[in-house]
């Protein structure tokens, strides 16, 4: 008995973790869809992951201390020429989660 549920947990948690790579295999692809399409980020930044080569605004692979959060407040409220693709409603809330995941999970690899 004590087995059983033992095994039915192990179950449980395999599933959930294949469940949620596979979601997030999802966003990563979509997220690199915004960064060299919709939103054009490969203009302007180098992210060796994407392919992208733009030189307009700082090489992403390099920025210290880039995490997902930074990556949300920077492509809402925009910096410089950078545009504010959330404020100016360029990208979606959703959009926006998307690619700074993306970014976030890509640079230095
Ligand atoms: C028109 C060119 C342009 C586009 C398009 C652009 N950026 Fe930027 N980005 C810049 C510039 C320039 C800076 C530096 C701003 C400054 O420091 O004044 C910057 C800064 C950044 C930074 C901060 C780097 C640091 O030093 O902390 C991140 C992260 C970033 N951009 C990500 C993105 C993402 C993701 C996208 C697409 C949604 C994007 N950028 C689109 C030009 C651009």
Redesign the pocket.
């Known amino acids: 008995m004590k087995i059983k549920s033992f095994l039915l947990i192990i179950l449980f948690f395999a599933i959930s973790k294949i469940h949620i790579s596979f979601a997030d295999e999802a966003k990563m692809t979509k997220g690199l869809e ?2 060299n399409e919709t ?3 490969a ?3 180098v992210l060796k992951a994407a392919g992208s080569e733009g030189n ?3 090489n ?1 692979d390099t ?1 210290a201390g ?1 995490n997902y959060d ?2 949300m407040d ?2 809402t409220h925009g ?5 504010a ?1 959330g404020e100016d409603e360029i ?1 979606t809330k959703e959009e926006i989660d998307i ?2 995941f993306y ?1 976030a999970n890509s640079v230095g690899k």
């Open positions: 915004i960064f939103a054009g980020c203009a302007c930044h307009i605004g700082p992403l920025v880039l930074s990556v920077i492509v910096l410089g020429v950078m545009p693709f990208l690619v700074s970014v």
